[in-house]
Nanobody, 121 residues
Framework: QVRLVESGGGLVQAGGSLRLSCKASGSISSIGVLGWYRQAPGKQRDLVATTTNGGGTNYADSLKDRFTISRYNAENTVYLQMNSLKPDDTAVYYC???????????????WGQGTQVTVSS
């Protein structure tokens, strides 16, 4: 099984910054995609940013100027640096991975438990 554990959420004032971390562990052969999604109350879960093991990145258009995703392959860890935070960024942020387990042939999607980010005005 693949386990994703997020950290770094919390309460911050508008204009502030937070850095989220997510570490993948378990019987992992490879991780093709690591990334972040978020879900605000009463809304669907939306893409924040993803990164591939080749270094490619994909961002939600509205966030690319303030958020930066990075990845440390050696430790199966992904980070999300969030700057100039706004109250609208308040949401539960979920770590996401598409990974292949040892002995497996296919990639499957995995989700973390989520970490709350609250931005006060």
């Amino acid at each position: 099984q693949v386990r994703l554990v997020e950290s770094g959420g919390g309460l911050v004032q508008a204009g502030g910054s937070l850095r989220l971390s997510c570490k993948a562990s378990g019987s992992i052969s490879s991780i093709g995609v690591l990334g972040w999604y978020r879900q605000a109350p009463g809304k669907q879960r939306d893409l924040v940013a993803t990164t591939t093991n080749g270094g490619g990145t994909n961002y939600a258009d509205s966030l690319k100027d303030r958020f930066t995703i990075s990845r440390y392959n050696a430790e199966n860890t992904v980070y999300l640096q969030m700057n100039s935070l706004k109250p609208d960024d308040t949401a539960v942020y979920y770590c996401y991975a598409r990974a292949t387990q040892y002995g497996g042939q296919y990639e499957y999607s995995y989700w973390g438990q989520g970490t709350q980010v609250t931005v006060s005005s």
